[in-house]
């Protein structure tokens, strides 16, 4: 860390798909897993809510093809 201590730290750094996971430790890659699953979670959730919202529009307004 430099002494301004304006480089991150491991812990504030996001993940990013596709990154060198070579220096990590288990425990680091298990945390990183739990991430990607919330992150999962949370992008299935959406879709299922704009597809209901989809849903709903073609409901009212007829489907357009």
């Known amino acids: 860390m430099s002494i301004y201590g304006d480089e991150p730290t491991k812990a504030s750094v996001s993940p990013q ?4 996971l070579y220096g990590l430790s288990v425990a680091e890659l298990t945390e990183r897993i739990a991430v990607y699953q919330a ?3 949370r992008l ?3 879709r299922v809510k704009k597809a209901k919202e989809q849903d709903a ?7 357009k093809s």
Do not use: Q, R, T, V
């Open 44 to 46: 299935e959730a959406e």
């Open 57 to 63: 529009a073609h409901a009212l307004f007829g489907k």
């Open 17 to 20: 798909p596709g990154e060198d």
């Open 39 to 41: 992150e999962i979670a």
